[in-house]
Protein backbone atom coordinates (compact mmCIF):
# COMPACT_ATOMS: atom_id res chain seq x y z
CA UNK A 1 0.00 0.00 0.00
CA UNK A 2 2.70 2.27 0.86
CA UNK A 3 4.97 1.32 -2.12
CA UNK A 4 1.68 2.24 -4.22
CA UNK A 5 1.33 5.80 -2.55
CA UNK A 6 4.96 6.34 -3.27
CA UNK A 7 4.68 5.11 -6.52
CA UNK A 8 1.47 7.19 -7.39
CA UNK A 9 2.91 10.64 -6.17
CA UNK A 10 5.80 10.24 -8.74
CA UNK A 11 3.59 9.77 -11.79
CA UNK A 12 2.25 13.66 -11.82
CA UNK A 13 6.15 14.56 -11.26
CA UNK A 14 7.54 12.00 -14.07
CA UNK A 15 5.00 13.46 -16.35
CA UNK A 16 5.93 17.02 -15.86
CA UNK A 17 9.37 16.31 -16.10
CA UNK A 18 10.48 16.25 -19.63
CA UNK A 19 8.62 19.66 -19.19
CA UNK A 20 10.39 20.93 -16.23
CA UNK A 21 13.80 20.04 -17.56
CA UNK A 22 13.42 21.86 -21.14
CA UNK A 23 11.64 24.90 -19.20
CA UNK A 24 14.89 25.13 -16.14
CA UNK A 25 17.23 25.22 -19.65
CA UNK A 26 15.38 27.72 -21.96
CA UNK A 27 13.75 30.10 -19.31
CA UNK A 28 15.11 28.96 -15.82
CA UNK A 29 18.89 28.78 -16.56
CA UNK A 30 18.77 31.88 -18.35
CA UNK A 31 16.97 34.24 -16.36
CA UNK A 32 19.84 32.55 -13.17
CA UNK A 33 22.30 33.86 -16.15
CA UNK A 34 20.81 37.42 -16.40
CA UNK A 35 21.02 37.48 -12.54
CA UNK A 36 25.06 36.74 -12.70
CA UNK A 37 25.41 38.93 -16.18
CA UNK A 38 23.59 42.11 -14.26
CA UNK A 39 26.74 42.00 -11.95
CA UNK A 40 29.37 42.31 -14.26
CA UNK A 41 30.94 43.97 -16.93
CA UNK A 42 30.37 41.95 -20.43
CA UNK A 43 30.95 42.64 -23.67
CA UNK A 44 30.76 40.09 -26.34
CA UNK A 45 32.98 41.52 -28.82
CA UNK A 46 35.50 42.80 -26.58
CA UNK A 47 38.43 40.70 -25.36
CA UNK A 48 38.44 41.58 -21.99
CA UNK A 49 36.84 38.94 -20.35
CA UNK A 50 33.73 39.64 -17.95
CA UNK A 51 34.35 41.75 -14.64
CA UNK A 52 32.36 41.70 -11.14
CA UNK A 53 31.48 45.33 -10.66
CA UNK A 54 28.40 44.50 -8.16
CA UNK A 55 25.58 46.64 -8.04
CA UNK A 56 27.57 49.42 -10.58
CA UNK A 57 24.81 48.49 -13.60
CA UNK A 58 22.12 49.02 -11.34
CA UNK A 59 23.32 52.20 -9.71
CA UNK A 60 24.59 53.46 -12.94
CA UNK A 61 20.98 53.43 -14.50
CA UNK A 62 19.72 56.31 -11.95
CA UNK A 63 21.65 58.82 -13.73
CA UNK A 64 20.98 56.94 -17.16
CA UNK A 65 19.24 59.63 -18.89
CA UNK A 66 18.13 58.12 -21.76
CA UNK A 67 16.75 54.56 -19.78
CA UNK A 68 15.49 57.21 -17.12
CA UNK A 69 13.22 58.98 -20.16
CA UNK A 70 12.56 55.70 -21.65
CA UNK A 71 10.58 54.50 -18.30
CA UNK A 72 8.41 57.49 -17.99
CA UNK A 73 7.18 56.97 -21.44
CA UNK A 74 6.56 53.19 -20.97
CA UNK A 75 4.60 54.21 -18.54
CA UNK A 76 3.05 57.15 -20.26
CA UNK A 77 2.74 54.39 -23.27
CA UNK A 78 0.48 52.05 -21.10
CA UNK A 79 -1.34 54.69 -19.03
CA UNK A 80 -2.60 55.95 -22.64
CA UNK A 81 -3.27 52.62 -23.83
CA UNK A 82 -5.02 51.51 -20.71
CA UNK A 83 -7.16 54.65 -20.62
CA UNK A 84 -8.00 54.47 -24.37
CA UNK A 85 -8.36 49.97 -24.18
CA UNK A 86 -10.45 49.63 -21.50
CA UNK A 87 -13.75 52.05 -22.24
CA UNK A 88 -13.28 51.26 -25.82
CA UNK A 89 -13.10 47.57 -25.31
CA UNK A 90 -15.95 47.61 -22.87
CA UNK A 91 -18.53 49.99 -25.66
CA UNK A 92 -17.57 47.27 -28.23
CA UNK A 93 -18.90 44.81 -26.30
CA UNK A 94 -22.05 46.53 -24.87
CA UNK A 95 -22.61 46.59 -28.74
CA UNK A 96 -21.31 43.50 -29.53
CA UNK A 97 -23.97 42.02 -26.34
CA UNK A 98 -27.10 42.64 -28.20
CA UNK A 99 -29.07 40.97 -30.75
CA UNK A 100 -29.06 41.88 -34.32
CA UNK A 101 -28.13 40.39 -38.11
CA UNK A 102 -24.60 39.66 -38.30
CA UNK A 103 -23.46 39.44 -34.86
CA UNK A 104 -21.74 36.21 -34.69
CA UNK A 105 -19.53 37.31 -37.81
CA UNK A 106 -18.76 40.57 -36.40
CA UNK A 107 -17.38 38.37 -33.21
CA UNK A 108 -15.13 36.23 -35.18
CA UNK A 109 -13.48 39.30 -37.11
CA UNK A 110 -12.97 40.91 -33.99
CA UNK A 111 -10.11 38.54 -33.66
CA UNK A 112 -8.10 39.64 -36.55
CA UNK A 113 -6.12 42.19 -35.20
CA UNK A 114 -4.71 40.73 -32.23
CA UNK A 115 -3.69 37.71 -34.43
CA UNK A 116 -2.28 39.54 -37.61
CA UNK A 117 1.79 38.97 -37.60
CA UNK A 118 2.60 42.23 -35.65
CA UNK A 119 5.68 43.01 -37.72
CA UNK A 120 3.76 42.87 -41.06
CA UNK A 121 0.87 44.80 -40.07
CA UNK A 122 3.26 47.46 -38.39
CA UNK A 123 4.70 48.09 -41.60
CA UNK A 124 1.33 48.47 -43.40
CA UNK A 125 0.51 51.01 -40.88
CA UNK A 126 3.57 52.58 -41.65
CA UNK A 127 2.46 53.07 -45.14
CA UNK A 128 -1.20 54.26 -44.49
CA UNK A 129 0.97 57.10 -41.72
CA UNK A 130 2.88 58.39 -44.32
CA UNK A 131 3.27 61.66 -44.21
CA UNK A 132 2.53 62.75 -47.72
CA UNK A 133 0.80 59.84 -49.22
CA UNK A 134 -0.71 57.90 -46.70
CA UNK A 135 -4.48 57.25 -46.39
CA UNK A 136 -4.66 58.47 -42.75
CA UNK A 137 -3.95 61.94 -43.65
CA UNK A 138 -6.24 61.90 -46.74
CA UNK A 139 -8.92 61.05 -44.66
CA UNK A 140 -7.84 63.73 -41.94
CA UNK A 141 -8.31 66.10 -44.72
CA UNK A 142 -11.33 65.36 -46.05
CA UNK A 143 -12.59 65.83 -42.89
CA UNK A 144 -11.70 69.48 -43.03
CA UNK A 145 -8.13 69.36 -41.57
CA UNK A 146 -6.09 71.11 -43.41
CA UNK A 147 -2.88 70.22 -41.60
CA UNK A 148 -2.41 66.87 -40.03
CA UNK A 149 0.36 66.17 -38.08
CA UNK A 150 3.28 63.85 -39.28
CA UNK A 151 2.41 61.02 -37.12
CA UNK A 152 5.94 58.86 -36.88
CA UNK A 153 7.50 61.45 -37.76
CA UNK A 154 6.31 63.80 -35.30
CA UNK A 155 8.30 63.80 -31.61
CA UNK A 156 4.75 64.84 -29.93
CA UNK A 157 2.31 63.01 -31.98
CA UNK A 158 4.64 59.80 -32.46
CA UNK A 159 4.08 57.95 -29.20
CA UNK A 160 0.22 58.33 -29.15
CA UNK A 161 0.04 57.50 -32.80
CA UNK A 162 1.84 54.08 -32.09
CA UNK A 163 -0.95 53.63 -28.48
CA UNK A 164 -3.32 53.65 -31.74
CA UNK A 165 -1.86 51.17 -33.61
CA UNK A 166 -1.31 49.24 -30.65
CA UNK A 167 -5.20 49.61 -29.16
CA UNK A 168 -6.16 48.58 -33.08
CA UNK A 169 -4.23 45.27 -32.37
CA UNK A 170 -5.67 45.03 -28.61
CA UNK A 171 -8.85 46.73 -27.87
CA UNK A 172 -10.88 43.82 -29.78
CA UNK A 173 -9.03 41.51 -27.14
CA UNK A 174 -10.54 43.78 -24.26
CA UNK A 175 -13.82 43.75 -26.12
CA UNK A 176 -13.82 39.84 -26.02
CA UNK A 177 -12.95 39.47 -22.72
CA UNK A 178 -15.43 42.02 -21.46
CA UNK A 179 -17.88 40.12 -24.01
CA UNK A 180 -17.82 37.01 -21.99
CA UNK A 181 -17.67 38.44 -18.66
CA UNK A 182 -20.97 40.26 -19.62
CA UNK A 183 -22.06 36.70 -20.96
CA UNK A 184 -21.47 35.55 -17.76
CA UNK A 185 -23.52 37.98 -15.92
CA UNK A 186 -27.08 37.27 -13.67
CA UNK A 187 -30.00 38.24 -15.40
CA UNK A 188 -31.89 38.72 -11.85
CA UNK A 189 -30.76 42.21 -10.94
CA UNK A 190 -30.96 43.79 -14.45
CA UNK A 191 -34.84 42.42 -14.42
CA UNK A 192 -34.99 43.88 -10.74
CA UNK A 193 -33.63 47.03 -11.43
CA UNK A 194 -35.65 47.58 -14.35
CA UNK A 195 -38.70 47.02 -12.60
CA UNK A 196 -37.60 49.22 -9.68
CA UNK A 197 -37.35 52.52 -12.71
CA UNK A 198 -33.57 52.46 -13.29
CA UNK A 199 -32.80 54.23 -16.52
CA UNK A 200 -30.12 52.68 -18.61
CA UNK A 201 -27.29 54.78 -17.45
CA UNK A 202 -28.17 53.50 -14.19
CA UNK A 203 -28.21 50.01 -14.56
CA UNK A 204 -24.72 50.52 -16.43
CA UNK A 205 -23.44 52.47 -13.16
CA UNK A 206 -24.67 50.37 -10.77
CA UNK A 207 -25.15 47.10 -11.95
CA UNK A 208 -22.78 46.07 -14.59
CA UNK A 209 -19.98 48.14 -13.92
CA UNK A 210 -19.66 46.21 -10.62
CA UNK A 211 -20.55 43.00 -11.35
CA UNK A 212 -18.22 43.45 -14.51
CA UNK A 213 -15.15 44.79 -12.25
CA UNK A 214 -13.28 41.99 -12.07
CA UNK A 215 -13.51 41.15 -15.71
CA UNK A 216 -12.21 43.98 -16.38
CA UNK A 217 -9.05 43.93 -13.69
CA UNK A 218 -8.22 40.79 -15.40
CA UNK A 219 -8.08 42.93 -18.87
CA UNK A 220 -6.75 45.59 -17.35
CA UNK A 221 -3.82 43.09 -16.00
CA UNK A 222 -3.00 41.52 -19.05
CA UNK A 223 -2.99 44.65 -20.81
CA UNK A 224 -0.79 46.13 -18.22
CA UNK A 225 1.70 42.81 -18.87
CA UNK A 226 1.98 43.78 -22.77
CA UNK A 227 1.93 47.57 -23.18
CA UNK A 228 4.88 47.75 -20.44
CA UNK A 229 6.57 44.95 -22.58
CA UNK A 230 6.23 47.03 -25.92
CA UNK A 231 8.46 46.32 -28.95
CA UNK A 232 7.61 44.86 -31.67
CA UNK A 233 5.86 47.64 -33.46
CA UNK A 234 7.92 50.25 -31.93
CA UNK A 235 10.88 48.62 -33.22
CA UNK A 236 9.48 47.86 -36.87
CA UNK A 237 7.47 51.16 -36.92
CA UNK A 238 10.25 53.79 -35.51
CA UNK A 239 13.25 52.14 -34.65
CA UNK A 240 12.52 54.41 -31.18
CA UNK A 241 12.74 57.64 -33.22
CA UNK A 242 12.66 60.57 -34.39
CA UNK A 243 15.55 60.98 -31.84
CA UNK A 244 14.31 58.75 -28.99
CA UNK A 245 10.88 60.16 -29.21
CA UNK A 246 9.66 57.05 -28.97
CA UNK A 247 11.90 54.58 -27.26
CA UNK A 248 10.06 52.40 -25.11
CA UNK A 249 12.43 50.88 -22.21
CA UNK A 250 12.24 47.32 -23.75
CA UNK A 251 13.37 49.05 -27.18
CA UNK A 252 16.53 50.83 -25.34
CA UNK A 253 16.87 47.33 -23.56
CA UNK A 254 17.68 45.67 -27.04
CA UNK A 255 19.63 48.53 -28.43
CA UNK A 256 21.80 48.76 -25.30
CA UNK A 257 22.32 44.99 -24.26
CA UNK A 258 22.58 43.73 -28.43
CA UNK A 259 23.59 46.78 -30.58
CA UNK A 260 25.91 48.81 -28.52
CA UNK A 261 27.01 45.19 -26.92
CA UNK A 262 26.61 46.25 -22.91
CA UNK A 263 25.78 42.71 -22.02
CA UNK A 264 26.22 43.73 -18.04
CA UNK A 265 23.66 46.75 -18.11
CA UNK A 266 21.66 45.65 -20.51
CA UNK A 267 20.99 42.08 -18.61
CA UNK A 268 20.44 45.16 -15.38
CA UNK A 269 17.65 47.08 -17.24
CA UNK A 270 16.32 43.80 -18.08
CA UNK A 271 15.62 42.74 -14.67
CA UNK A 272 13.90 46.15 -13.53
CA UNK A 273 11.52 45.79 -16.68
CA UNK A 274 10.62 42.41 -15.24
CA UNK A 275 10.43 43.88 -12.08
CA UNK A 276 7.95 46.80 -13.05
CA UNK A 277 6.38 44.22 -14.71
CA UNK A 278 5.26 41.84 -11.62
CA UNK A 279 4.82 44.69 -9.70
CA UNK A 280 2.13 45.59 -11.74
CA UNK A 281 0.62 42.32 -12.19
CA UNK A 282 0.91 41.79 -8.51
CA UNK A 283 -0.72 44.78 -7.44
CA UNK A 284 -3.61 44.38 -10.13
CA UNK A 285 -3.68 40.76 -8.45
CA UNK A 286 -4.36 42.52 -4.67
CA UNK A 287 -6.91 44.80 -6.69
CA UNK A 288 -8.99 42.08 -8.02
CA UNK A 289 -8.72 39.76 -5.08
CA UNK A 290 -9.99 43.01 -3.47
CA UNK A 291 -13.33 43.48 -6.08
CA UNK A 292 -14.27 39.74 -6.08
CA UNK B 1 -27.04 39.18 -18.52
CA UNK B 2 -29.71 38.54 -20.77
CA UNK B 3 -29.14 40.19 -24.15
CA UNK B 4 -31.52 42.19 -25.44
CA UNK B 5 -32.18 43.26 -29.55
CA UNK B 6 -30.03 45.90 -30.67
CA UNK B 7 -31.98 49.30 -32.28
CA UNK B 8 -30.80 49.83 -35.85
CA UNK B 9 -28.98 52.69 -34.67
CA UNK B 10 -26.75 50.33 -32.30
CA UNK B 11 -26.75 47.84 -34.67
CA UNK B 12 -25.17 49.69 -37.68
CA UNK B 13 -22.78 51.31 -35.04
CA UNK B 14 -21.63 48.11 -34.35
CA UNK B 15 -20.98 47.03 -38.11
CA UNK B 16 -19.16 50.41 -38.62
CA UNK B 17 -16.83 50.11 -35.64
CA UNK B 18 -15.80 46.63 -36.92
CA UNK B 19 -15.45 47.46 -40.16
CA UNK B 20 -12.97 50.41 -39.52
CA UNK B 21 -11.09 47.34 -37.47
CA UNK B 22 -10.95 45.56 -40.81
CA UNK B 23 -9.71 48.46 -42.81
CA UNK B 24 -6.25 47.84 -42.86
CA UNK B 25 -6.39 44.62 -44.02
CA UNK B 26 -8.50 45.63 -46.93
CA UNK B 27 -6.32 48.38 -47.62
CA UNK B 28 -2.73 46.31 -47.52
CA UNK B 29 -4.89 43.56 -49.56
CA UNK B 30 -5.74 46.38 -51.70
CA UNK B 31 -2.45 47.93 -52.10
CA UNK B 32 -0.55 44.63 -52.85
CA UNK B 33 -2.73 44.92 -56.36
CA UNK B 34 -1.30 48.48 -56.55
CA UNK B 35 1.59 49.29 -59.53
CA UNK B 36 3.99 52.05 -57.53
CA UNK B 37 2.75 54.50 -60.20
CA UNK B 38 -0.74 53.97 -58.04
CA UNK B 39 0.81 54.42 -54.75
CA UNK B 40 2.37 57.63 -55.30
CA UNK B 41 -1.16 58.87 -56.53
CA UNK B 42 -2.55 61.40 -54.12
CA UNK B 43 -5.39 61.51 -53.23
CA UNK B 44 -4.85 57.94 -53.15
CA UNK B 45 -6.41 55.80 -55.61
CA UNK B 46 -9.37 53.17 -54.45
CA UNK B 47 -10.48 51.76 -58.16
CA UNK B 48 -7.46 51.27 -60.24
CA UNK B 49 -5.92 48.33 -63.28
CA UNK B 50 -4.68 45.71 -60.31
CA UNK B 51 -1.49 44.22 -61.35
CA UNK B 52 -0.05 41.02 -60.09
CA UNK B 53 3.69 42.05 -60.49
CA UNK B 54 4.09 42.72 -56.57
CA UNK B 55 3.70 38.98 -55.90
CA UNK B 56 5.47 37.85 -59.02
CA UNK B 57 8.76 40.52 -57.25
CA UNK B 58 8.14 39.11 -53.86
CA UNK B 59 8.26 35.50 -54.86
CA UNK B 60 11.32 36.07 -58.11
CA UNK B 61 13.10 37.04 -54.75
CA UNK B 62 14.91 32.94 -53.85
CA UNK B 63 15.16 34.20 -50.74
CA UNK B 64 11.40 35.22 -49.89
CA UNK B 65 10.47 31.62 -50.33
CA UNK B 66 13.56 30.62 -48.36
CA UNK B 67 11.97 32.78 -45.03
CA UNK B 68 9.10 31.04 -45.87
CA UNK B 69 10.67 27.76 -45.27
CA UNK B 70 12.21 28.88 -42.01
CA UNK B 71 9.54 30.06 -40.90
CA UNK B 72 7.18 26.81 -41.35
CA UNK B 73 9.98 24.59 -39.94
CA UNK B 74 10.40 26.84 -36.75
CA UNK B 75 6.57 26.99 -36.22
CA UNK B 76 6.43 23.16 -36.90
CA UNK B 77 9.10 22.41 -34.24
CA UNK B 78 7.89 24.86 -31.41
CA UNK B 79 4.37 23.40 -31.92
CA UNK B 80 5.33 19.76 -31.85
CA UNK B 81 7.74 19.72 -29.58
CA UNK B 82 5.56 22.05 -27.25
CA UNK B 83 2.71 19.28 -27.69
CA UNK B 84 5.09 16.54 -26.92
CA UNK B 85 6.15 17.96 -23.97
CA UNK B 86 3.18 19.94 -22.68
CA UNK B 87 0.99 17.34 -23.16
CA UNK B 88 1.85 15.02 -20.25
CA UNK B 89 2.79 18.17 -18.47
CA UNK B 90 -0.67 19.34 -18.76
CA UNK B 91 -2.03 15.99 -17.51
CA UNK B 92 -0.17 16.39 -14.08
CA UNK B 93 -0.87 19.85 -13.68
CA UNK B 94 -5.09 19.01 -14.45
CA UNK B 95 -4.43 15.64 -12.10
CA UNK B 96 -2.54 16.96 -9.24
CA UNK B 97 -1.07 19.62 -8.12
CA UNK B 98 2.22 20.76 -9.54
CA UNK B 99 3.51 23.93 -7.84
CA UNK B 100 6.92 24.41 -9.25
CA UNK B 101 5.52 23.99 -13.23
CA UNK B 102 2.41 26.52 -12.07
CA UNK B 103 5.29 28.87 -10.74
CA UNK B 104 7.25 28.48 -14.24
CA UNK B 105 4.79 29.17 -16.54
CA UNK B 106 3.43 32.15 -14.90
CA UNK B 107 6.99 33.59 -14.97
CA UNK B 108 7.30 32.76 -18.75
CA UNK B 109 3.85 34.91 -19.26
CA UNK B 110 5.26 38.31 -17.29
CA UNK B 111 8.75 38.35 -18.40
CA UNK B 112 9.62 40.34 -21.16
CA UNK B 113 11.19 38.18 -23.60
CA UNK B 114 14.15 40.45 -24.41
CA UNK B 115 14.57 38.99 -20.36
CA UNK B 116 15.37 35.48 -22.03
CA UNK B 117 16.81 36.58 -25.11
CA UNK B 118 20.02 38.20 -23.81
CA UNK B 119 21.38 35.25 -21.72
CA UNK B 120 20.22 32.85 -24.38
CA UNK B 121 21.84 35.03 -27.05
CA UNK B 122 25.20 34.51 -24.98
CA UNK B 123 24.53 31.02 -24.57
CA UNK B 124 23.82 30.02 -27.92
CA UNK B 125 26.95 32.50 -29.22
CA UNK B 126 29.38 29.95 -26.85
CA UNK B 127 27.46 27.27 -28.57
CA UNK B 128 27.92 28.21 -31.90
CA UNK B 129 24.08 28.07 -32.32
CA UNK B 130 23.25 31.28 -33.40
CA UNK B 131 21.76 31.31 -36.94
CA UNK B 132 20.67 27.56 -36.42
CA UNK B 133 17.01 26.29 -36.01
CA UNK B 134 17.54 24.79 -33.31
CA UNK B 135 18.29 27.86 -31.38
CA UNK B 136 15.13 29.71 -32.91
CA UNK B 137 13.22 26.25 -32.14
CA UNK B 138 14.26 26.31 -28.51
CA UNK B 139 13.68 29.75 -27.77
CA UNK B 140 10.25 29.74 -29.32
CA UNK B 141 9.72 27.49 -26.56
CA UNK B 142 9.42 29.86 -24.43
CA UNK B 143 5.94 31.16 -25.24
CA UNK B 144 4.65 27.91 -27.38
CA UNK B 145 5.33 25.50 -24.17
CA UNK B 146 3.33 27.32 -21.33
CA UNK B 147 0.42 28.11 -24.01
CA UNK B 148 -0.01 24.49 -24.55
CA UNK B 149 0.46 23.43 -21.26
CA UNK B 150 -1.95 26.29 -20.52
CA UNK B 151 -4.98 25.31 -22.98
CA UNK B 152 -4.63 21.36 -22.31
CA UNK B 153 -5.29 21.60 -18.87
CA UNK B 154 -8.12 23.98 -19.55
CA UNK B 155 -9.47 21.01 -22.04
CA UNK B 156 -8.02 17.80 -20.17
CA UNK B 157 -10.29 19.10 -16.68
CA UNK B 158 -13.36 18.50 -18.77
CA UNK B 159 -12.63 15.05 -19.52
CA UNK B 160 -14.39 12.88 -16.94
CA UNK B 161 -12.04 10.88 -14.93
CA UNK B 162 -14.19 8.20 -14.30
CA UNK B 163 -13.12 7.49 -18.37
CA UNK B 164 -9.41 6.87 -17.24
CA UNK B 165 -10.32 5.16 -13.74
CA UNK B 166 -11.97 2.66 -16.18
CA UNK B 167 -8.48 2.41 -18.26
CA UNK B 168 -6.33 2.38 -15.51
CA UNK B 169 -8.46 -0.33 -14.08
CA UNK B 170 -8.34 -2.51 -17.02
CA UNK B 171 -4.73 -2.25 -16.80
CA UNK B 172 -3.53 0.71 -18.72
CA UNK B 173 -0.58 2.54 -17.73
CA UNK B 174 -0.68 6.35 -17.17
CA UNK B 175 1.21 6.91 -20.13
CA UNK B 176 -1.76 4.31 -21.77
CA UNK B 177 -4.09 6.73 -20.89
CA UNK B 178 -2.50 9.76 -21.83
CA UNK B 179 -2.00 7.97 -25.07
CA UNK B 180 -5.39 6.53 -25.20
CA UNK B 181 -7.76 8.26 -23.58
CA UNK B 182 -7.16 11.88 -23.08
CA UNK B 183 -5.41 12.46 -26.65
CA UNK B 184 -8.47 11.31 -28.77
CA UNK B 185 -11.12 12.54 -26.33
CA UNK B 186 -9.22 16.62 -26.44
CA UNK B 187 -8.22 15.77 -30.25
CA UNK B 188 -10.26 19.49 -30.88
CA UNK B 189 -8.48 20.92 -28.58
CA UNK B 190 -4.94 19.94 -29.24
CA UNK B 191 -5.61 20.69 -32.83
CA UNK B 192 -6.89 24.50 -31.45
CA UNK B 193 -3.44 24.59 -29.16
CA UNK B 194 -1.75 23.60 -31.86
CA UNK B 195 -3.04 26.25 -34.67
CA UNK B 196 -2.41 29.02 -31.60
CA UNK B 197 1.02 28.18 -30.77
CA UNK B 198 2.16 27.81 -34.58
CA UNK B 199 0.92 31.67 -34.73
CA UNK B 200 2.53 32.70 -31.86
CA UNK B 201 5.96 31.24 -32.96
CA UNK B 202 4.86 32.37 -36.86
CA UNK B 203 4.33 35.86 -35.64
CA UNK B 204 7.60 36.34 -33.80
CA UNK B 205 9.77 38.57 -33.99
CA UNK B 206 11.94 39.28 -31.71
CA UNK B 207 14.05 36.49 -31.26
CA UNK B 208 14.28 35.78 -34.74
CA UNK B 209 15.33 39.05 -35.17
CA UNK B 210 18.61 38.13 -32.99
CA UNK B 211 18.92 34.49 -33.43
CA UNK B 212 18.28 33.82 -36.93
CA UNK B 213 21.11 34.92 -39.66
CA UNK B 214 20.54 35.57 -43.27
CA UNK B 215 19.69 32.14 -43.93
CA UNK B 216 17.58 31.08 -41.29
CA UNK B 217 15.77 34.53 -41.02
CA UNK B 218 11.94 33.93 -40.03
CA UNK B 219 9.19 35.71 -42.73
CA UNK B 220 8.55 38.74 -39.57
CA UNK B 221 11.62 39.81 -40.31
CA UNK B 222 12.61 39.35 -43.64
CA UNK B 223 9.73 41.46 -44.10
CA UNK B 224 11.44 44.36 -42.74
CA UNK B 225 14.18 44.27 -45.56
CA UNK B 226 11.44 46.09 -47.76
CA UNK B 227 11.85 49.20 -46.36
CA UNK B 228 14.84 51.12 -46.53
CA UNK B 229 16.38 54.37 -45.25
CA UNK B 230 15.12 56.29 -47.95
CA UNK B 231 12.77 54.23 -50.47
CA UNK B 232 10.00 51.67 -49.34
CA UNK B 233 8.86 49.42 -51.93
CA UNK B 234 5.41 49.85 -51.11
CA UNK B 235 3.65 47.57 -53.52
CA UNK B 236 6.26 44.50 -52.32
CA UNK B 237 5.41 45.41 -49.05
CA UNK B 238 1.79 44.78 -49.30
CA UNK B 239 2.06 41.66 -51.22
CA UNK B 240 4.61 40.38 -48.68
CA UNK B 241 2.90 41.55 -45.74
CA UNK B 242 -0.47 40.31 -47.15
CA UNK B 243 0.93 36.36 -47.63
CA UNK B 244 2.69 36.19 -44.30
CA UNK B 245 -0.44 37.10 -42.27
CA UNK B 246 -3.23 35.49 -44.70
CA UNK B 247 -2.37 31.98 -43.40
CA UNK B 248 -2.63 33.45 -39.89
CA UNK B 249 -5.80 35.06 -40.62
CA UNK B 250 -7.22 31.97 -42.02
CA UNK B 251 -6.14 29.48 -39.27
CA UNK B 252 -7.21 31.69 -36.53
CA UNK B 253 -10.90 32.17 -38.10
CA UNK B 254 -10.74 28.18 -37.60
CA UNK B 255 -9.81 28.41 -33.86
CA UNK B 256 -11.96 31.58 -33.36
CA UNK B 257 -13.32 29.74 -29.97
CA UNK B 258 -10.28 29.20 -28.13
CA UNK B 259 -8.26 32.80 -29.70
CA UNK B 260 -8.85 34.50 -26.10
CA UNK B 261 -8.15 32.25 -24.11
CA UNK B 262 -4.97 31.19 -26.23
CA UNK B 263 -3.76 34.59 -25.92
CA UNK B 264 -4.47 34.82 -22.46
CA UNK B 265 -2.63 32.15 -21.60
CA UNK B 266 0.10 32.70 -23.71
CA UNK B 267 2.97 35.00 -23.79
CA UNK B 268 2.71 36.61 -27.07
CA UNK B 269 3.78 40.28 -26.61
CA UNK B 270 7.62 41.27 -26.48
Same mark, same amino acid.
Request: net charge positive; proline share 6%.
Given at each position: ???????????????????????????????????????????????????????????????????????????????????????????????????????????????????????????????????????????????????????????????????????????????????????????????????????????????????????????????????????????????????????????????????????????????? &???????????????????? | ??????????????????????????????????????????????????????????????????????????????????????????????????????????????????????????????????????????????????????????????????????????????????????????????????????????????????????????????? &???????????????????????????????????????????????
Amino acid at each position: MAERRARRNLTPLLLSLPALVVMAAVMGFPLLYLCFMSLHRWSMVGFEPPRFIGLHNFTALVDDERFTDSLWRTLLFTALGVASNIPAGLGIALLLNQRFFGRNLLRALMILPMVATPAAMGLVWVVMLDPTLGIVRFMFRAIGVANPPLWLSDPFWVLPTLVFVDAWMWTPMVALICFAGLAALPAEPFEAARVDGASAWQRFRFITLPLLMPTLLVAVMLRVMDLLKVIDIVYVMTGGGPGHASETINVYNYLVALSYDRIGYGAAVALV &LFAIVLLCTVALVHARRRTA | MRQRPATTLTALASWLIVLAFMAPFAWMVLGSFKTTLDFLAYPPVFVFRPTLDNYRQVFADNSFLRYLMNSTIVAAGATSIGLLLGIPAAYALARWRQTALGILLLAARMAPGIAFLIPLFVMFLQLHLVGSYTSLILSHLIFTLPLTVWMMVSFIEAVPREIEQAALIDGCSVLGVILRVIVPLTAQGIAATSILAFIASWNNFLFALVLANDRTKTLPVAV &LGYIGYNSIQWGTLMAAATFITLPVLVLAMCVQRYIVRGLVSGAVNG
